[in-house]
């Protein structure tokens, strides 16, 4: 019996903060189930994986296998079941993100274990296994037990704290058994913001109401003041002013960062399903009945090109 967690690697080869908070968050459950906490890492890695021993996790199981050079979900599936059903894991972590979430339910059909995808706490263990779940676009929680002895939980990012003590974990080389992915990776492009959208502790994001895709460089200097990443709604992405990776709501991704700064964005519902588990809400719009101020923490009424220079002035002084 173990706890077995999914250290998701970027395409630079270091290891993704989303992937920091599922050690913490798997280190503290296998404490609380009195069993070891093992870290899974199929993707080349440039970093000194030791070192993650830190976040709580006592064993680091590395495949190297060209096969698993880029990320492809189907031969990742493979071998983490390889990995799950040698190490006897009774509960495997991803992180809620694209990667988590292509992986998980894949695992789940494979070694037909119960699923709680989305979980924004640590399962409730002293009567069952509970896992809480973020529901409705983050309006709601729902409380679900997994009664299959495999247990698989994809952790909503930024729900969890990151705690970092001064253990090292012992790195054992492993092997799987894998097929060539079917899909070749020819080019990875970066994404456009330095800081990515998913794993961004603050964001800012445009509508309609920035005008046109030449203003950009606004938010791109506010966004560079807060160490932020960039998003966008739909419109702006469907009409090419931002690239889709930027589009956030119930057709884009889904984000909870510490800080949401939303700028001449009207706050319709379909955009709420995707940033309404932020921590803190920022708006700016000129107008102020625009549905987004119901769902603020802080508002700014006032036209976006004479307020965002001057947001952007103030934090640089700070
Ligand atoms: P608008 O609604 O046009 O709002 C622009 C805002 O800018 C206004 O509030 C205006 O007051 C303000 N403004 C204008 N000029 C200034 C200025 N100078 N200074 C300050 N403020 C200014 N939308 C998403 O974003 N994400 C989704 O995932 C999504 N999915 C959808 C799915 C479905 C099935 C449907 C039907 C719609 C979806 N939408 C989605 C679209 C959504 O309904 C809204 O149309 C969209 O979010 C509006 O984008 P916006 O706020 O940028 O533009």
Not at 264 to 284: F, P, T, W
Request: include cysteine; hydrophobic fraction near 45%.
């Amino acid at each position: 019996m173990s706890v077995l967690i999914f250290i998701d690697i970027n395409e630079e080869g270091a290891v993704k903060k989303t992937s920091l908070e599922v050690l913490t968050y798997g280190a503290r459950l296998a404490q609380q189930l009195g069993v070891p906490a093992e870290g899974l890492v199929l993707a080349p890695v440039k970093e000194e994986l030791a070192a993650l021993g830190k976040y709580g996790v006592q064993t680091i199981h590395q495949v190297q296998n060209e096969a698993l050079a880029h990320f492809d979900a189907q031969v990742y599936t493979k071998a983490i079941a390889q990995i799950a059903e040698k190490t006897g894991a009774s509960v495997i972590l991803f992180s809620n993100n694209t990667d988590g979430k292509a992986l998980a339910p894949r695992l789940s059909a494979r070694l037909k274990a119960g699923l709680v995808s989305g979980a924004v706490a640590l399962p409730e263990t002293a009567n069952g296994f509970i896992v809480k779940k973020s529901v409705f676009s983050g309006k709601a929680f729902a409380d679900i037990k997994i009664a299959t002895p495999v247990k698989i939980i994809t952790l909503n990012p930024n729900s969890f704290t990151i705690e970092a003590g001064a253990g090292t974990a012992t790195v054992t080389p492993v092997e799987v058994t894998v097929d060539a992915p079917k899909v070749k990776t020819v080019s990875v492009n970066r994404q456009s913001s330095e800081v990515p959208l998913a794993e961004a502790e603050r964001v800012v994001s445009g509508g309609r109401g920035m005008k046109g895709p030449e203003n950009w460089g606004i938010l791109e200097d506010l966004a560079k003041a807060l160490n932020a990443a960039l998003a966008c709604s739909r419109p702006v992405a469907d009409a090419h002013w931002r690239p889709h990776n930027e589009h956030v709501g119930q057709t884009g991704g889904a984000i909870a960062p510490n800080l949401y700064l939303a700028v001449g964005i009207s706050g319709a519902i379909q955009h709420l399903a995707g940033v309404n588990r932020s921590k803190v809400i920022v708006v700016i719009n000129k107008d102020p009945e625009a549905p987004f101020f119901k769902a603020a923490d802080y508002g700014i009424v006032g036209d976006l090109f004479e307020v965002v220079p001057k947001l952007t002035e103030a934090i640089k002084q700070l």
